[in-house]
């Protein structure tokens, strides 16, 4: 028992002593041990062990009496040293949760004041130093520049500094000692210590934080101390990841702001002002996967009488792919100035960046397109390129202009051959990256080329904006949710016709193959509302044309796809005096056969049931083909209503 516990009993002992001397006229002895050999003598216990006895001399007669006062006063004794140490454990629990809540105070504190970590970490540090019982503590940290170290309290030798980390390292965790040997032994004979609390941190950013404690002259750890010193590392832990997150940040604002410039230059590079194409209609479009491309396209204007237009995919993505694109382009303009025809072009183009590519290990693959600017014969040369697609008009068929030799940077000489075709009005030309063909789904399923092939037959008689609008919609409802994984680049060049009528409206429609899209198809029609008459007589017409294209739409998924799940594209055209729908399946030839027109009612009107007599009866014309490439195309038309006009109904 300490000195401060004996002298508290025996203050409370004393007057106790006195009543005995009255009682029994003997003396009352307190004693850290058992004297009384004879008479009374009773223990205080403190947690079920003697802490100290009453002992006194009694006679025979009166000993019963005094062994039960004895036995009172003892358990009184007990009962309130007891409560006197669990109050003062409650004390100290109390101050030990105050420091430990103005340590936490004061760091939160000191992030607000400080953003060095070296700082916040030394400062914490000193900081729990004047709430754990400690006398010197370090904290030392690899640097590029070696180990850095800070200490408080009384100076710490830096060999004892070495050891300590060293031992911190073997262990690669916490240690803890308290008592000398163990730290002798454990601190790789560190000499003086009493008690070592120590831990290594490693973080993302350096090879490791060491934070050590070390009493000589005081004693032990406990568990609260431990239990603190803890906090202290999550704290030294934190300023260190959050420094490390915070220097991260910086560095991908900064690489998003230089990449967002090289965007913007990049974005610059793809020409805005077109030479005049008084015969032709021209779409342009690059679409990054990342912030930057490695495909790109350009027109250049070869003399008054010839425009050249150059679509190239750079193998790769992102910044490699984009600064091999820039050199590319760059070169095709030098040449293409000095040189006539795409093949010789081309050959030029792969002398002059052979040794960049094979040196960075790339190559690019590019269509060449020398177009006449009042339309007519082009010529064509692809160095592995993308099958280019020419829509021929007349027949509604897609013919492939395939490469014409290697890409560009495999071999050394190029002989890529040259290509004409010819370019009737209203035959559309489509040079695009691979980036649209593979387009895939959630489930790794690809756009392909004979979506493409569909999406343009469907589009044959837009203009060349809407063309390009409807490909790559088309495209990215095919991905769903799933996100671009490669760069798209996509021209689509158009021969005009001279006394070309204007539509009021035209627009791509592209519906699912199943019965689950007919709804859409009100939707699609309502966008025309706004171009026709407000009168009932245009409503009832609208309604029944909705329903006739719902029979359509219904009568290829029934037979053309069969029920299974198929794609519908169409165009749906607006002129003043007439509405035009086309609608374009890859499934199979279905007949239209020469079933009568039914009666139609207003007030019956449903789809389902009606089939191709509802269709001829509300539309002026029906035409059905089996197109040479294995599509079906049905092109229905119906007459704009007046004012004074009924509908069929």
């Not at 408080?152 to 004892?160: H, K, S």
């Not at 309604?543 to 009568?555: K, M, Q, R, W």
């Amino acid at each position: 028992m300490n000195s401060p516990t004996f002298d508290r009993l025996s203050a409370l002992v004393a007057p106790l002593q006195d009543a005995w001397a009255s009682l029994f006229d003997t003396r009352l002895q307190l004693s850290r041990e058992e004297t009384s050999e004879n008479g009374a003598r009773m223990p205080i216990l403190l947690k079920r062990a003697p802490l100290a006895w009453l002992n006194a001399n009694v006679t025979p007669e009166k000993a019963p009496s005094a062994t039960a006062l004895l036995q009172i006063w003892t358990n009184l004794l007990s009962q309130f040293l007891e409560e006197s140490q669990m109050a003062n454990s409650l004390a100290e629990e109390l101050i030990i949760a105050w420091n430990r809540q103005a340590f936490l105070n004061s760091v939160i504190s000191l992030m607000r004041t400080t953003t060095d970590v070296s700082e916040r970490s030394l400062r914490s540090l000193q900081l729990a130093t004047q709430v754990l019982p400690v006398e010197s503590a370090f904290l030392a940290q690899n640097t590029q520049e070696g180990l850095r170290v800070n200490w408080v309290g009384p100076d710490i030798w830096g060999n004892d500094i070495r050891k300590a980390i060293a031992a911190l390292r073997d262990h690669g965790g916490q240690m803890l000692s308290n008592d000398p040997d163990g730290c002798y032994r454990s601190l790789n004979g560190l000499s003086g210590a009493r008690s070592f609390l120590g831990q290594q941190c490693d973080t993302h950013d350096s090879a490791g934080i060491f934070v050590g404690m070390i009493n000589h002259v005081r004693g032990q750890f406990n568990a609260g101390d431990i239990q603190m010193f803890d906090s202290l590392i999550e704290m030294i832990k934190t300023f260190a990841e959050t420094h490390v997150l915070v220097r991260q940040q910086q560095e991908a604002e900064k690489l998003d702001h230089d990449l967002s410039i090289a965007a913007e230059i990049q974005t610059n590079f793809f020409p805005n002002d077109l030479p005049p194409l008084p015969h032709l209609d021209l779409a342009l479009a690059m679409i990054p996967a990342t912030r930057l491309s490695g495909d790109f396209y350009d027109v250049v204007a070869c003399g008054p009488d010839r425009l050249m237009i150059v679509v190239a995919d750079v193998a790769g993505k992102g910044i490699p792919a984009a600064l091999l694109a820039a050199e590319l382009r760059a070169v095709f303009r030098t040449i293409i100035r000095d040189v006539q025809t795409p093949d010789q072009i081309m050959q030029r183009v792969n002398t002059e960046l052979f040794g960049d590519m094979e040196r960075n290990e790339r190559f690019a693959t590019v269509m060449l397109v020398s177009v006449p600017s009042s339309g007519g014969e082009l010529s064509y040369a692809s160095a592995g390129h993308a099958t280019a697609l020419h829509l021929k008009a007349v027949s509604a068929t897609v013919n492939p202009l395939a490469s014409t030799s290697l890409p560009l940077g495999i071999i050394p000489t190029l002989e890529p051959g040259n290509r004409s075709i010819d370019f009737a009005p209203q035959d559309v030309l489509v040079v695009y990256s691979d980036g649209l063909t593979e387009a895939e789904d959630p489930d790794g399923k690809l756009f392909s080329l004979r979506r493409v092939e569909q999406t343009l037959v469907a589009l044959r008689c837009a203009p060349a904006h809407l063309i390009l609008k409807g490909l790559v919609d088309s495209a990215r409802q095919h991905r769903q949710s799933a996100l671009q994984t490669d760069d798209l680049t996509l021209v689509v060049l158009k021969q005009t016709s001279l006394n070309e009528a204007s539509p009021l409206y035209q627009d791509h429609l592209h519906f699912a193959g199943n019965l689950a899209t007919l709804p859409r198809i009100g939707q699609r029609l309502a966008m025309i509302q706004e171009y026709l008459p407000r009168d009932q007589t245009t409503e009832t017409w609208l309604l029944e044309v909705e329903l006739a294209i719902t029979e359509a739409v219904s009568n290829i998924i029934r037979h053309s796809f069969q029920d299974v799940n198929g794609e519908i594209d169409g165009l749906v055209t607006l002129y003043p005096d007439r509405l035009e729908i086309d609608l374009v399946d890859g499934g199979a030839s279905y007949e239209l056969g020469t079933a009568p027109p039914v009666d139609l009612s207003i007030d019956d009107l449903r789809e389902g049931g009606y089939g191709l007599g509802i269709i001829r009866k509300v539309m002026d014309k029906v035409d059905y083909q089996r197109l040479p490439d294995d599509f079906n195309l049905l092109k229905m038309s119906r007459a704009i209503p007046s004012s004074n006009e009924q509908a069929v109904g």
